[in-house]
């Protein structure tokens, strides 16, 4: 009986995990050099402030707007461009793969969300700490 029980236990786990890339590796510590030039006192990157800058809006054509906006708040599931209407596929890395897989496209679509939600890059900081929260999700 506790075999049967332990067999059902583990049958409800996540079939999958998510390693992080050696790209998402590298490009983070790519940002962790320029964090620590500009902050010297900078240690890691950390997630809880990549979700706050991830949910937090800012008014961008008279609305309110955020990340959240266009990649929903569950980032394993398809989010749509709130401009477009294009459907985007989830952001989560263990529910798409190829997400955070290459440097150029993390570079690409930071610097252009950033733009469109904040009106501005983001700092070497903010960037990672969005990636390591987006990696964790």
């Not at 049958?11 to 590298?26: G, I, M, R, T």
């Not at 500009?38 to 937090?56: L, M, Q, W, Y």
């Not at 390591?132 to 999700?137: A, C, P």
Request: some cysteine; glycine content about 4%; proline content about 4%.
């Amino acid at each position: 009986m506790n075999k049967i029980v332990l067999v059902s236990c583990l049958a409800v786990l996540p079939a999958f995990s998510y390693e992080p890339s050696k790209a998402l590796n590298d490009y983070l510590s790519e940002l962790k050099i320029v964090a620590k030039k500009v902050n010297p006192n900078f240690k890691e990157f950390d997630a809880t402030k990549g979700k706050d800058i991830f949910f937090t809006t800012n008014i961008v054509d008279g609305k309110k707007i955020s990340c959240v906006s266009c990649h929903s708040d569950n980032l394993s599931k398809s989010g749509q461009n709130i401009k477009t209407n294009k459907v985007i596929d989830p952001l989560s890395p263990s529910a798409n793969k190829s997400r955070l897989s290459e440097i150029k496209d993390m570079k690409k679509w930071l610097r252009r969300n950033f733009n469109d939600v904040y009106k501005r890059e983001g700092t070497a900081q903010e960037k990672g700490d969005v990636l390591l929260f987006i990696s964790k999700n």
